[in-house]
């Protein structure tokens, strides 16, 4: 009977004796963890805009080099146009043609462009040439014109210029529309089209007050 009393003592000094148990570690997937701070919100939350605003105005385009090339060749092409035509008639003021003289000027460049129009899309059909191509070939030819404009003296030879820039400025407005969609696909058109309209803005505003700025500095001598 004694031992049998002593041996639940002898059991509770034996498991004091052996220290506090030791339990197992949990998995780190059971952890805690702690909450994450108001930077890294703020963080994940323009993340998470910025990949919604990519995806809904489908800024990838950006990484294609050919589209991206297009782009930005017809934005420049846009805003040398428009300065060259608001220059001409300044332009042959100074060579000393009197105002009817640039009227009748622009007058034939504006019926050889709407004629141009017309026909431009069977010239191209006849050739069997891309977009790309007939619009390249305009943008040369009109190179040409623009040049052959500043070594014209007479009034006949200006105004056969005027047909020449007139034809290129048909064909180049004609096939300007149709380069992009002739790359891009269908589905993707809109945004393309969206990013190019924003390019032709981003190139008129930047390099158009840096050309009228020029030419005021160049005609007031300042």
Known sequence: ??????????????RNSAGPSILPTPPPHLKLKKPPSKFNKCLRSIRNGWRRFVKVFDLGL???????????????????????????????????????????????????????????????????????FMYMYALLMLLIMRSALLFTESFFGILCVSIGMGLAKGVRQ???????PSYIPI????????????????????????????????????
């Open 62 to 132: 950006l990484t294609d080099k050919i589209y991206l090339n297009l782009v930005i060749g017809i934005a420049i092409a846009i805003f040398a146009e428009i300065n060259f035509s608001l220059l001409t008639p300044f332009i042959l003021n100074e060579f000393n043609y009197n105002t009817e003289q640039i009227a009748t000027f622009m007058s034939t460049l504006a019926t050889a462009d709407i004629f141009c129009r017309f026909i431009s899309p069977f010239i191209g059909d006849f050739f069997k040439q891309p977009a790309r």
């Open 1 to 14: 009977m004694i031992k049998e009393e002593e041996s639940p003592k002898v059991e509770e000094e034996q």
């Open 174 to 180: 004609v096939y300007m529309s149709c380069v992009v």
């Open 187 to 222: 589905e993707r058109l809109p945004a393309a089209s969206g990013i190019q309209m924003v390019a032709n803005g981003i190139v008129l505003m930047s390099l158009g007050s840096s050309i009228g700025r020029n030419n005021f500095f160049f005609y007031h001598g300042e």
